[in-house]
């Protein structure tokens, strides 16, 4: 079993990764919360309870292909937030 000061560190760099990553997607906010505390029991079970850390990071590549998908998007909605100001 991983140290807890390890746990603690990892979860919240995990953690921090999603939130930026999930504040920058053109998702409701909702959605997002309920998937980071998701994602983040997802990673805590796997790193912590089976060890498994490499599976504990799977979710960190759907989320940062829908990123990719959605960068255009992203990158409009920014330019236009840009231009009113």
Do not use: R, T
Not at 14 to 25: H, N, Q, S, T
């Amino acid at each position: 079993m991983p140290h807890p000061v390890l746990v603690s560190v990892g979860a919240l760099v995990y953690g921090g990764i999603l939130a930026v990553m999930g504040d920058f997607a053109l998702l409701p906010k909702l959605f997002k919360a309920a998937a980071l505390v998701g994602l983040m029991a997802w990673f805590s079970y796997f790193w912590v309870v089976l060890n498994l850390s490499w599976f504990a990071f799977i979710p960190l590549a759907p989320v940062f292909i829908l990123l990719k998908i959605q960068g255009p998007k992203i990158k409009a909605s920014l330019n236009q937030s840009n231009n009113e100001q």
